[in-house]
């Protein structure tokens, strides 16, 4: 798993989700709800692999789909990094940058 433009490279075990890996690894993937799937803080633009990802469910659809739109990204290609299990390499950006808090205000 890497993650861009920080040029982070990530061992990630299938099945294990984005967001846990980064914040074991300390990190600090941007979350308001701590990864229990409420909020859209953590989300990220699969910039290559979205195909070795988990396919999301209609909750995750649902809170991704503005952000897509927004974003003029197509929508299977944003997803939630607590949500999102890795299946094989992939390249992430994250919509806000690691180590960054939101105030609730700031996240659409």
């Not at 600090?28 to 803080?41: D, H, I, K, V, Y």
Request: charged residues 30%; glycine residues 8%.
């Amino acid at each position: 798993m890497r993650i861009e433009p920080d040029g982070i490279d990530l061992e990630v075990k299938e099945g294990q989700t984005v967001f846990r890996v980064a914040n074991e690894l300390g990190l600090g993937w941007p979350t308001r709800c701590g990864g229990a799937q409420s909020c859209t803080m953590c989300s990220m633009v699969v910039m290559d692999g979205v195909d070795n990802l988990s396919k999301p469910d209609e909750a995750e659809s649902f809170r991704t789909r503005p952000i897509a739109r927004i974003s003029d990204v197509e929508p299977s290609r944003v997803r939630l990094a607590c949500a999102a299990r890795v299946r094989g390499p992939a390249t992430v950006r994250p919509r806000h940058p690691l180590g960054c808090q939101l105030a609730e205000e700031d996240d659409p």
